[in-house]
């Protein structure tokens, strides 16, 4: 029979704020047991985020999901782990050990974890015998075999029962066979726990009510299916595509919005989806749409974008819009495909041969995952050219909260675009890559325009202003220096750097994409070692003019990059030039997991201490 | 951009009231004697034939000698040059954008059938609405002269090499892999190159047409098997085509003990006179038997293979709106807020 064994004495009652882990195996079905337990803490009214480690594999290999919750609402990854749910024999023994003093582990009794160290909690629980006894079919066993620690975890955190049913129920929406099945399983692990071990955990959950909550209202959602709803409202109208992980997501959620939200009353399509037959293709599509006048995105992930840089570069240079999402993973080469970086920056920021400068933008949240996902299109088309939009796999592919997200406001900007009209009063007078208004970005006219001096000849070679073949040199560097300004234009009209704090005092933080998380939860433990730091986020690239007075501004300016070179330290010594410079350091994490607060801290409070 | 003259009233117009120097572009920088010359002059003339609308068609390429064709017909039209070996996705995104407009794919051998052979099958297999056409030589033009992936086995090289690899028939590729309307020509042969040019036109679905086009510069001497002389000596054409365009009266009368009237999309006629083998053209398994014989034989065997005016194009497998997807308003293509709510609340 199971007992506890003796655990040394518990340093405290982690009150909502904890993080508990789940180690499986990928295949076993346990995403929607962790489902049900992310979705009622989160109904408790606790700030919650839920990150999956998954391998580069179908099945059989060792996944981890782990929950945070946090009363203060942070929701980075928490480098240590509080409560422990060990259920893959494969890692048992390197999961335990790698928990500090006095954590709590939750395990499959044959696994007897309980053998390998005597400084923490052991709740051992007989999942098979268990199933048994709620699961008739043998076959179903497998898949409802998981909830049984949702009962557990329930009894030992003081969980309400009614919010993992409402939990469960949401999770399994109609299917009402299998609700009921996996019930069953919640609540007989629920009663063993209740049986066997009376003591609550230290890792304990109490409902913050009413207009206290931190979650009432809120939403919690994946940045891809964030970014794809952007997409949905931007008004994508052609969006193609090829599957790579962290990014297929991105497309799947759109084309699933896009059939049951874009069809007309007589079931017709207003969107054309395509998977293509690789990136080169797929961003092949999303120009040729962009230069007949459509909406077109695509997404992928590294390997994709070194496939498309030749397209970009054409996009760039024939000044064609369109969006494409990086979902970043972690490279160079196939590298870690279910690991998370920023590490394509560096590339992004120039792709294509040749002198050429991307418009980047930084979304920093699942707000910003769909915010973003609208402007990218309007911004592709006021400025002509390719937008990337970078995410990277810990926002695409976690679940984070959000508030419910805005219906736009803004009408679509379609750009600078000639008609008809425009052209007879223009008397046919025009030139495609002529510069009007003095901002860089010629005027274009769509395909299909019923004017006689409509046409002009799209290509990547040498042209001049009105899009004629040429090969002088004036009109090369005319068209060149033009297109720098054009970029260099953008700079304040892309979406603003965030200040979230200022302080007059000497030192600061630049961060941005994912970072977001755990920097606000390391600006508050940087305080508590008396460093009372400046935080600005960047969201796009080019950078707009405050961000130089604000490294002016400060003596020291530490910028925090999610990949082994400091891709965005780089990018601002360039843009600063070297007397600001100076003035930045670069702290980098590039270990394939989720940036932890903790981590940022220390490394700050080093380089602050060695200064 | 220029504008048109007022035109004198002693030349000839066509259906749309436009006069052959309409559909012309600007002047050729290919080699005089190209065969790449002769097709511009071809297309010239199916189009102002058929009384296409300039506005309303678009050209696209990839890289190469071939590529640069499209700016030198049909000025009066959208253009767009684009990569080596890519011009099939580009078109893809295109004609998904807007349906309404006809486009014209322009490539070379070296483009298709080596750098562009994987986009080519998929433009093939989805039957985009378009006219993909291989201005084919055997080698690559602009880089001057080196064999391509359509150079026939033991062709000789300007430089004396011969080529050692078989070579790819682009007609079999594209019956195998889903076009719709499928014939080889020949650059020179300006009758029967017209009448397959005015039936792609009118055809609904992916037209692919590999015409033999000799590269005078490198690939037209003693021992090439893409020269003129050889292509003269070797052309078999199977049928002898007309075509009577839907606007023109189709009285003429025809023997269909040996000629196959195929009805077009548009409501034109494709009329294919038997000449030696019994071939019918709606059969793939034959067409690809005829093909393979051919290559056998040393034949450069020219006509329609294959014709297929039944399979829906890949518009109407995408069940898209008859509205170009480029020209959909605001109201259409952003949802209501009743969406966002209605989402937002299943996250909740
Ligand atoms: C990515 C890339 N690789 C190589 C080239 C160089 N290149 C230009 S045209 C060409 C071959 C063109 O041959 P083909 O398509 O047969 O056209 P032709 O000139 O014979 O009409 C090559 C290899 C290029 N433009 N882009
Ligand atoms: S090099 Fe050959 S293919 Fe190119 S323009 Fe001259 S003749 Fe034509
Ligand atoms: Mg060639």
């Given at each position: ?611 | ?87 099939p996705s580009v078109a893809t995104g295109a004609v998904l954008a807007n349906a309404s407009l006809q486009a014209l794919g322009i490539s070379g051998d070296g483009d298709t059938a080596s750098i562009g052979l994987g986009q080519f099958l998929h433009l093939m297999r989805r039957n985009l609405p378009l006219i993909y056409i291989i201005e084919d030589n055997g080698v690559y033009g602009l880089t001057k002269g080196q064999f391509s992936a359509t150079a026939d086995l033991g062709a000789k090289q300007k430089s004396g090499v011969i ?160 509205t170009p997807l480029a020209q959909l308003p605001e109201n259409v293509v952003r949802p209501a807020p009743a969406v966002l709510e209605e989402v937002m609340a299943s996250l909740q």
């Amino acid at each position: 029979m199971a007992t506890m064994s003796v655990a040394p004495p518990v340093s405290g009652v982690l009150l909502n704020d904890f993080s508990l882990q789940v180690a499986t195996v990928n295949g076993s079905g346990s995403q929607s047991s962790n489902l049900v337990l992310l979705r009622t803490i989160f109904q408790m009214g606790v700030p919650i985020s839920g990150k999956n480690l998954f391998p580069s594999n179908i099945a059989g290999l060792p996944t981890w999901f782990t929950i945070r919750a946090s009363r203060h609402g942070y929701v980075a990854r928490k480098k240590e782990i509080d409560f422990l749910i060990a259920m893959n024999p494969e890692t048992v023994r390197e999961d335990v050990l790698g928990l500090d003093p006095g954590a709590s582990v939750l395990y499959d009794e044959p696994l007897k974890a309980n053998d390998l160290r005597h400084d923490v909690t052991f709740y051992p629980v007989p999942f098979d015998k268990l199933v048994a006894g709620v699961c008739p079919d043998a076959k179903l066993r497998k898949l409802v075999r998981n909830m049984i620690y949702v009962g557990c975890a329930a009894h030992l955190m003081n969980m309400e029962m009614e919010e993992v049913e409402r939990a469960l129920r949401q999770q399994f929406k109609k299917k009402q066979k299998a609700a009921d099945l996996n019930w069953g399983a919640v609540k007989a692990g629920f009663d063993y726990a209740v049986t066997n071990f009376p003591q609550p955990d230290r890792c304990r959950l109490e409902r913050i009510a009413g207009a206290l909550s931190k979650t009432a209202g809120k939403i919690i959602i994946e940045g891809n299916a964030a970014a794809a709803l952007g997409c949905l409202f931007a008004g994508v109208t052609v969006v193609a595509w090829y599957p790579i992980t962290p990014s297929s997501s991105l497309c799947e959620y759109l084309i699933e919005y896009l059939k049951k939200y874009r069809r007309t009353p007589d079931g017709k399509a207003t969107f054309a989806a395509v998977q293509a037959e690789d990136e080169l293709a797929a961003c092949g599509m999303v120009l040729g749409a962009g230069w007949m006048g459509a909406r077109a995105m695509t997404s992928t992930s590294g390997p994709g974008i070194s496939l498309m840089s030749e397209f970009v570069g054409l996009g760039y240079y024939a000044e064609i819009p369109g969006v494409i999402f990086d979902i970043q993973r972690v490279g160079p080469s196939t590298g870690l495909p279910t690991r998370t970086a920023q590490g394509d920056l560096g590339f992004v920021a120039t792709l294509g041969h040749g002198d050429t400068r991307q418009i980047i933008l930084l979304p920093g949240s699942v707000e910003e995952c769909y915010e973003m996902g609208i402007a990218a299109f309007d911004i592709a088309e006021r400025y002509q050219t390719p937008i990337f939009v970078l995410s990277d796999l810990d926002l695409a592919m976690n679940h984070w909260m959000a508030e419910p997200f805005a219906y736009p406001t803004k009408p679509l900007d379609r750009g600078k675009v000639l008609r008809a009209e425009d052209l007879t009063r223009l008397k046919g007078d025009w030139g495609r890559y002529r510069d009007v208004d003095g901002d860089g970005i010629g005027y274009r006219t769509l395909p299909g325009t019923d004017h006689p001096a409509a046409a002009f000849f799209t290509r990547g070679s040498g042209h001049n202003e009105r899009a004629q073949y040429s090969e002088k040199s004036a009109d090369y560097t005319n068209n060149l220096d033009r297109l720098k300004r054009k970029w260099e234009g953008a700079r304040e009209h892309l979406p603003p750097p965030v200040v979230e704090h200022t302080d007059s005092g000497e030192v600061a933080v630049i961060a941005y994409g994912s970072t977001q998380a755990a920097m606000v939860e390391s600006l508050d433990q940087l305080r508590e070692h008396k460093i009372n730091a400046s935080y600005l986020r960047l969201r796009a690239y080019p950078f707009a003019a405050m961000v130089r007075e604000f490294v002016a501004a400060h003596q020291r300016v530490y910028v925090v990059d999610q990949n082994r070179d400091g891709q965005m330290f780089e990018l601002l010594q360039l843009d600063l030039g070297p007397e600001l410079a100076s003035r930045l350091r670069s702290v980098r994490h590039y270990n394939g997991l989720p940036v932890d607060a903790r981590s940022l801290t220390d490394a700050i409070v080093a380089l602050e201490g060695a200064k | 951009m220029s504008t048109t003259a007022p035109t004198p009233p002693l030349v000839k117009l066509n259906r749309l009231g436009l006069p052959q120097s309409d559909y012309r572009g600007s002047k050729t920088t290919l080699c005089a004697g190209c065969g790449h010359n002769a097709i511009s002059e071809r297309i010239i003339d199916a189009c102002y034939e058929m009384g296409v609308d300039p506005h309303r068609f678009v050209k696209l390429s990839g890289i190469g000698c071939s590529s640069k064709a499209p700016a030198y017909f049909l000025g009066r039209s959208f253009g767009f040059n684009s990569v080596h070996g890519r011009m099939p996705s580009v078109a893809t995104g295109a004609v998904l954008a807007n349906a309404s407009l006809q486009a014209l794919g322009i490539s070379g051998d070296g483009d298709t059938a080596s750098i562009g052979l994987g986009q080519f099958l998929h433009l093939m297999r989805r039957n985009l609405p378009l006219i993909y056409i291989i201005e084919d030589n055997g080698v690559y033009g602009l880089t001057k002269g080196q064999f391509s992936a359509t150079a026939d086995l033991g062709a000789k090289q300007k430089s004396g090499v011969i080529n050692e690899m078989p070579a790819l028939d682009t007609c079999a590729l594209a019956v195998l892999s889903g076009a719709t309307l499928v014939a080889r020509s020949f650059s020179g042969d300006k009758k029967q190159l017209t009448a397959i040019l005015k039936a792609a036109l009118a055809h609904r679905g992916t037209v692919m047409i590999d015409v033999i086009s000799p590269c005078v510069t490198f690939n037209d001497h003693e021992g090439s098997t893409k020269s003129y002389k050889f292509v003269l000596e070797h052309e078999e054409a199977m049928q002898e085509l007309s075509f009577v365009p839907s606007f023109e009266d189709i009285a003429v009368d025809y023997d269909p003990g040996t000629t196959l009237d195929v009805p077009m999309h548009d409501g034109s006629h494709l009329r294919l006179r038997k000449l030696g083998v019994d071939f019918n053209p709606t059969d793939r398994q034959q067409a690809l038997r005829v093909l393979t014989d051919a290559n056998a034989n040393e034949e450069v065997l020219t006509g329609i293979f294959y014709v297929d005016t039944k399979k829906p194009d890949f518009i109407a497998q995408l069940g898209m709106v008859d509205t170009p997807l480029a020209q959909l308003p605001e109201n259409v293509v952003r949802p209501a807020p009743a969406v966002l709510e209605e989402v937002m609340a299943s996250l909740q």
